[in-house]
């Protein structure tokens, strides 16, 4: 049963990263009367500045994390309630929170994310990097390490082995190739010689948002956010990061070596140990002078051992649904995220869910996709205001246009990377052909088509394709005609299909 309530909110938002603001802004511009309270766990929002439309649909931004005040200032009719939602009375149009406040809501958005998936659960050497807090806990520990091992295959992965140095970092992937996450084994290819390289001195113009907080006096980058809070035996986490996430951290191990990465391919964690727990099997495959000097032992399914000062799990994120599944119905989907519907909206009614913590349930465009993302983050967050405001202005919507085509703008190993549509052939099995231009140390540049149509693209490096690609993909023309001569260097191709 819940209890009295505090206040009814026309709209209640429920978290304050890149999803819950973006939605909470979206509701003002949509309804500027419009009666709003962001619930979040922590005292920081994430503010999405400078935000350019690059193309159709590629965008770029920046991300702040700020005090919510900020947000109070820009809305003075919004009212930020500090506290994590630990329970949804989803019949009764309430929520409850951690100081005991219960809120009421004619519609309701949980946009509260993810947290890191953990190999092992309460083992101090490992760690899973999500918000500020674990990245500063990260650093702290690396500081002290000789050899960290890194688990998983994703952007965080990447850019971890990518940025750690004086430290002997072991990868290990369970794919065939780095990166798979993201892209091929030829993209792969391209990439690796930068991890045997020694990282630029000058850090290339960072072109992505930093996060940073702002201070009186400046703005400081990376100082301690107070975002977590313990409760019930977990934590509740704060935003999750985002790019460069490690800019004005010092990534840095124990040692004196620069950069030392070597990967483990096709393997997966078998066990996590003690010096004690070692199997004696296991024992064999380690170097003699390393046995019992490590606090931490992991096993390879590829029958390898490692001992090492730190694990670092980066094997993707759980929605964040825990607080709100007990006494309601929500479909779930297989990932564990709620199920959104083309609206936004979650099984149970009024109840929308935007960003990390929700799978898109709708019949995808075919050349769109999730991935828990920050561009989705903010994409789906302003299209589940605009279906929340809907009712308000008796209007209807029709699905984002950002949902026609996936991109995505990022960094990986110091290059830029634009990622277009179905990228790596997903779901295409093997009706698709590649075409592949590559220039070492400089570009990599692959394109999917299907039925002689462009469906996807991996851009690697200043390429300058991906609006011409972007339009190619869109307008679904047939590329038979011009085979090969689609990537020939010699040819202006954004002149040729202008
Ligand atoms: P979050 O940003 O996680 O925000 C969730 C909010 O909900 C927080 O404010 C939290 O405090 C609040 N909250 C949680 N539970 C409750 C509760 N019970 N009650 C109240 N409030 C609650 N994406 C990219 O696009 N490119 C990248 O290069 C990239 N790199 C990344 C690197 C790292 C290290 C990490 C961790 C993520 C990275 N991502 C990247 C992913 C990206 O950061 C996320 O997809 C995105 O931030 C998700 O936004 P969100 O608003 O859904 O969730």
Same mark, same amino acid.
């Given at each position: 049963?819940?209890?009295?309530?505090?206040?009814?909110?026309?709209?209640?938002?429920?978290?304050?990263?890149?999803?819950?603001?973006?939605?909470?802004?979206?509701?003002?511009t949509?309804?500027?009367?419009?009666?709003? =309270?962001?619930v979040?766990?922590?005292?920081?929002?994430k503010?999405v500045?400078?935000?350019?439309?690059v193309?159709?649909?590629v965008?770029?931004?920046?991300?702040?994390?700020?005090?919510?005040?900020?947000?109070?200032?820009?809305?003075?009719?919004?009212?930020v309630?500090?506290?994590?939602?630990?329970?949804?009375?989803?019949?009764?149009?309430?929520v409850?929170?951690?100081?005991?406040?219960?809120?009421?809501?004619?519609?309701l958005?949980?946009?509260?994310?993810?947290?890191?998936?953990?190999?092992?659960?309460?083992?101090?050497?490992?760690?899973?990097?999500?918000?500020?807090?674990s =990245?500063?806990?990260?650093?702290?520990?690396?500081?002290?390490?000789?050899?960290?091992?890194?688990?998983?295959?994703?952007?965080?992965?990447?850019?971890?082995?990518y940025?750690?140095?004086?430290c002997?970092v072991?990868?290990?992937?369970?794919?065939k190739?780095?990166?798979?996450?993201?892209?091929? =084994?030829? =993209?792969?290819?391209?990439?690796?010689?930068?991890?045997e390289?020694?990282?630029?001195?000058?850090?290339?113009?960072?072109?992505r948002?930093?996060?940073?907080?702002?201070?009186?006096?400046g703005?400081?980058?990376?100082t301690?956010?107070?975002?977590?809070?313990?409760h019930?035996?977990?934590?509740?986490?704060?935003s999750?990061?985002?790019?460069?996430?490690h800019?004005g951290?010092?990534?840095?191990?124990?040692?004196?070596?620069? #950069? #030392?990465?070597?990967?483990?391919?096709?393997?997966?964690?078998?066990?996590?140990?003690?010096?004690e727990?070692?199997?004696p099997s296991?024992?064999?495959?380690?170097?003699?002078?390393?046995?019992?000097?490590?606090?931490?032992?992991?096993?390879?399914?590829?029958?390898?051992?490692?001992?090492c000062?730190?694990?670092?799990?980066?094997?993707?994120?759980v929605?964040?649904?825990?607080?709100?599944?007990?006494?309601?119905?929500?479909a779930?989907?297989e990932d564990?995220?709620l199920?959104?519907?083309?609206?936004m909206?979650?099984?149970?009614p009024?109840?929308?869910?935007?960003?990390?913590?929700?799978?898109?349930?709708?019949?995808?465009?075919p050349?769109?996709?999730?991935?828990?993302?920050?561009?989705?983050?903010?994409?789906?967050?302003c299209?589940?205001?605009r279906?929340?405001?809907?009712?308000?202005?008796?209007?209807?919507?029709?699905?984002?246009?950002?949902?026609?085509l996936?991109?995505?703008?990022? #960094?990986?190993?110091?290059?830029?990377?634009?990622?277009?549509?179905?990228?790596?052939?997903?779901?295409?099995?093997?009706?698709?052909?590649?075409?592949?231009r590559?220039?070492?140390?400089?570009?990599?540049?692959?394109?999917?088509?299907?039925?002689?149509?462009?469906?996807?693209?991996?851009?690697?490096?200043?390429t300058?394709?991906?609006?011409?690609?972007?339009?190619?993909?869109?307008?679904?023309?047939?590329?038979?005609?011009?085979?090969?001569?689609l990537?020939?260097?010699?040819?202006?191709?954004?002149d040729?299909?202008?």
């Amino acid at each position: 049963m819940a209890a009295k309530r505090e206040k009814s909110f026309q709209f209640v938002v429920i978290g304050g990263g890149i999803a819950g603001v973006t939605c909470v802004e979206e509701l003002f511009t949509q309804v500027p009367s419009a009666d709003v =309270a962001l619930v979040t766990a922590g005292p920081h929002i994430k503010a999405v500045t400078n935000f350019r439309q690059v193309s159709r649909t590629v965008e770029e931004f920046d991300v702040e994390e700020r005090p919510s005040r900020v947000l109070q200032e820009k809305f003075p009719a919004l009212t930020v309630i500090h506290s994590a939602v630990k329970a949804l009375h989803a019949r009764d149009h309430s929520v409850e929170t951690e100081d005991g406040g219960v809120f009421g809501y004619e519609k309701l958005c949980i946009c509260s994310g993810g947290r890191p998936k953990l190999l092992i659960q309460d083992n101090p050497y490992v760690v899973g990097i999500r918000d500020t807090d674990s =990245a500063q806990e990260f650093q702290k520990r690396l500081s002290k390490a000789r050899r960290i091992v890194v688990v998983g295959n994703g952007g965080i992965a990447l850019e971890l082995v990518y940025e750690v140095e004086g430290c002997e970092v072991i990868w290990a992937v369970k794919d065939k190739a780095v990166g798979n996450t993201f892209f091929d =084994a030829g =993209a792969a290819q391209f990439l690796i010689p930068s991890l045997e390289a020694a990282k630029p001195q000058e850090a290339a113009l960072c072109k992505r948002p930093r996060y940073t907080t702002e201070e009186p006096g400046g703005v400081q980058t990376f100082t301690a956010d107070r975002n977590s809070h313990k409760h019930g035996g977990w934590t509740n986490p704060g935003s999750a990061l985002g790019p460069d996430w490690h800019q004005g951290i010092v990534l840095r191990g124990a040692e004196q070596v620069t #950069r #030392r990465v070597s990967v483990e391919y096709q393997c997966e964690v078998e066990k996590i140990c003690t010096p004690e727990e070692l199997l004696p099997s296991a024992e064999q495959t380690l170097k003699p002078d390393t046995v019992g000097s490590w606090p931490v032992y992991i096993q390879l399914t590829n029958g390898k051992a490692f001992g090492c000062d730190v694990i670092v799990s980066a094997i993707g994120v759980v929605p964040n649904t825990h607080p709100f599944l007990p006494g309601n119905s929500f479909a779930l989907a297989e990932d564990g995220g709620l199920q959104v519907n083309d609206h936004m909206l979650t099984s149970e009614p009024d109840v929308y869910a935007a960003g990390d913590v929700c799978t898109a349930c709708w019949e995808a465009s075919p050349l769109w996709h999730q991935m828990r993302l920050w561009t989705q983050a903010r994409q789906m967050g302003c299209y589940a205001a605009r279906c929340m405001a809907a009712g308000v202005l008796s209007k209807a919507v029709e699905l984002d246009f950002c949902f026609e085509l996936f991109s995505h703008q990022t #960094r990986f190993f110091n290059y830029k990377v634009v990622l277009l549509g179905k990228f790596n052939a997903q779901g295409l099995g093997s009706d698709h052909e590649l075409l592949v231009r590559c220039t070492k140390g400089r570009e990599y540049v692959k394109v999917v088509l299907s039925g002689g149509r462009m469906v996807g693209a991996v851009l690697i490096g200043e390429t300058d394709l991906e609006e011409t690609f972007e339009n190619l993909i869109l307008n679904q023309m047939d590329l038979t005609p011009y085979g090969e001569e689609l990537l020939n260097p010699n040819i202006d191709i954004e002149d040729y299909f202008d």
